[in-house]
């Protein structure tokens, strides 16, 4: 039990092995680290978490409790449970923005960062304020017309496109992962830690001073932009395209991630320039 709820926590690797904390995005659960895990667990001591609202773990009373401040606390505490002072972090899109809040919330916690399309929110206010009106008709709608109707609207967007193209029984197991939560649940994790909710970090990426990866899919022209952005304000920061994937290069390419993540917690090429292959 932590602040109230019961998390749901998973630990695969060696208790000996370095730490690597492992967050996922919305309406997604441990599960889809699966693959990721499979590989890194061999160097690592993987810890994976659902998040509030998400696939085991209970869903705060209000949105007020489930906050990117809040959730971070929490985690401090899920770490606390481990027994683990320092942890490499890796979180990918609402998992990647949370992973961000995390490290410049409770430096002293967390040794190398893996952000994978993953963004420190809004900087345009006005753009700002009408995504949180957005996400809470999005957080009504989830609660009036079940989980189901909203995964299908969800991963129709644009920006999940390239998911169509993996093997139609990986596209069924993990719709069944995200059916698996909780209209209430989602709604309330997306009023309290959507973009449209978060203050924007983008100021503060500067005192961000340790090994950064940022990780994007060679076809998600969105998150490669923002990445490149970012690359230009933290200051030792290293971008990797993944090939040949959108918006979730753990899930879609988990072999290509987990090769480019284990040399960059490992050190491996870490003389090279950074963020070259951002702008290509």
Not at 157 to 183: D, E, G, V, Y
Not at 201 to 222: I, N, Q
């Amino acid at each position: 039990m932590i602040n109230g709820l019961c998390w749901h926590v998973r630990e695969d690797g060696a208790a000996s092995s370095p730490p690597l904390l492992l967050l996922h995005g919305f309406t997604g659960c441990t599960a889809f680290w699966d693959d990721v895990v499979e590989i890194l667990q061999h160097s690592f001591r993987c810890i994976r978490v659902d998040l509030p609202g998400h696939g085991r773990t209970e869903t705060p009373a209000t949105a007020e409790a489930c906050t990117l401040e809040s959730v971070s606390q929490s985690l401090a505490v899920v770490l606390d449970r481990c027994d683990v002072a320092r942890t490499h972090l890796w979180g990918y899109s609402m998992g990647g923005r949370l992973a961000l809040y995390a490290a410049l919330a409770f430096p002293d916690r967390f040794d190398r960062l893996i952000l994978e399309s993953a963004s420190p929110g809004i900087a345009d206010p006005v753009e700002r304020v009408k995504r949180h009106q957005d996400d809470e008709r999005l957080a009504d709608s989830i609660e009036r017309d079940g989980v189901a109707t909203f995964v299908d609207r969800w991963m129709s967007q644009p920006l999940f496109i390239h998911q169509t193209k993996m093997p139609p029984a990986k596209q069924a197991q993990a719709r069944s992962w995200r059916l698996a939560n909780s209209a209430a649940g989602l709604a309330t994790c997306l009023r309290g830690m959507g973009a449209g909710a978060q203050k924007p970090l983008y100021s503060r990426l500067p005192e961000l001073g340790r090994p950064t990866l940022l990780l994007v899919g060679e076809h998600d022209a969105k998150y490669r932009a923002i990445a490149a952005m970012m690359e230009k304000s933290l200051p030792r920061a290293t971008g990797r395209v993944i090939r040949d994937c959108g918006h979730a290069p753990d899930w879609e390419k988990p072999e290509s991630c987990a090769t480019a993540v284990n040399e960059f917690l490992s050190g491996v090429n870490e003389t090279e320039p950074s963020g070259h292959v951002l702008n290509m």
